[in-house]
């Protein structure tokens, strides 16, 4: 499985981003996905996941109402829109696939990351 993301940039505190993720490769594959980021000397951090399909999805609490992760299993695709962007938002922000063998995660596939910056 390949992860490639899209969207990212700087935006002004209060603006929007739309992120992107494209998955190529063995697709059928995929469980769960999700979003995660990660700041300067931070650890990297779930942002927000969405199961395989698409009934139920999870958010940090401090993007809650904010953000929202959807999926297109038919164009295999993932996307996080962010809306209300803070400046403690910037981050590098991955795409994350899952791969299950019923409840027991197999694989992790990450993508490259990409930047994206709030300015105050």
């Known amino acids: 499985v390949q992860l490639v993301e899209s969207g990212g940039g700087l935006v002004q505190a209060g603006g929007s981003l739309r992120l992107s993720c494209a998955a190529s490769?063995?697709?059928?594959?995929?469980?769960?996905m999700g979003w995660y980021r990660q700041a300067p000397g931070k650890q990297r951090e779930l942002v927000a996941a969405?199961?395989?399909?698409?009934?139920?999805?999870n958010y940090k609490d401090s993007v809650k109402g904010r953000f929202t992760i959807s999926r297109d299993n038919a164009k295999n695709t993932m996307s996080l829109q962010m809306n209300s962007l803070k400046p403690e938002d910037t981050a590098v922000y991955y795409c994350?696939?899952?791969?299950?063998?019923?409840?027991?995660?197999?694989?992790?596939?990450w993508g490259q990351g990409t930047q994206v910056t709030v300015s105050s």
């Open positions: 994350n696939a899952k791969v299950k063998n019923g409840p027991v995660v197999t694989h992790m596939y």
């Open positions: 490769g063995s697709t059928f594959s995929i469980a769960d």
């Open positions: 969405i199961t395989s399909g698409g009934g139920s999805t």
